[in-house]
């Protein structure tokens, strides 16, 4: 599931900072409040199909350097409700938060680093509890040099 939100934001996050070096430092804050999204995903501890629905609230904070260097930050909290496809099993609700950042700078190398923590209870009591950190480089001529997801799921 954090996944698919940090792969999604990658080409927002390079929108955002296309465009020419400015001249002097620049920055821009974007609050926004009561997001909902429903989506069809997979228990990420059980790899079950399921709906998830998610609310949130967060922020978006995007800085240029008066050298042209580029860095995102945002984050996202709310609250999670995740419906087995499978009515057999048990449903889950609590909340997550995400924290996601980006940095470009002036030697054309890109770097994005995630978090993502979700704490849930099930419809029977069962609680389940994910813990994910991402990390991806890639350097001016378009190598990756680091790709990375711990996830951790209890």
């Given at each position: 599931?954090?996944?698919?939100?940090?792969?999604?934001?990658?080409?927002?996050?390079?929108?955002?900072?296309?465009?020419?070096?400015?001249?002097?430092?620049?920055s821009?804050?974007?609050?926004?409040?009561?997001?909902?999204?429903t989506?069809?995903?997979?228990?990420?501890?059980?790899?079950?199909?399921?709906?998830?629905?998610?609310?949130?609230?967060?922020?978006?904070?995007?800085?240029?350097?008066?050298?042209?260097?580029?860095?995102v930050?945002?984050?996202n909290?709310?609250?999670?409700?995740?419906?087995?496809?499978?009515?057999?099993?048990?449903?889950?609700t609590?909340?997550?938060?995400?924290?996601?950042?980006?940095?470009?700078?002036?030697?054309?190398?890109?770097?994005?680093?995630?978090?993502?923590?979700?704490?849930?209870?099930?419809?029977?009591?069962?609680?389940?509890?994910?813990?994910?950190?991402?990390?991806?480089?890639?350097?001016?001529?378009?190598?990756?040099?680091?790709?990375?997801?711990?996830?951790?799921?209890?």
């Amino acid at each position: 599931m954090a996944r698919k939100l940090f792969l999604l934001l990658v080409p927002l996050l390079l929108g955002l900072m296309a465009g020419p070096a400015l001249a002097q430092a620049t920055s821009t804050t974007i609050p926004f409040h009561g997001v909902t999204e429903t989506f069809q995903d997979i228990n990420p501890c059980t790899g079950e199909p399921a709906t998830i629905q998610i609310t949130y609230n967060g922020v978006i904070h995007e800085s240029t350097g008066a050298d042209g260097s580029q860095h995102v930050t945002g984050t996202n909290t709310g609250t999670v409700v995740l419906t087995p496809e499978d009515p057999s099993l048990p449903s889950y609700t609590g909340r997550f938060t995400e924290w996601f950042g980006g940095n470009f700078n002036s030697s054309e190398t890109v770097g994005f680093w995630e978090t993502f923590s979700v704490r849930l209870i099930g419809s029977d009591g069962s609680r389940l509890t994910l813990n994910e950190v991402e990390q991806l480089h890639i350097s001016a001529t378009g190598e990756v040099t680091v790709d990375f997801q711990t996830v951790n799921c209890r």
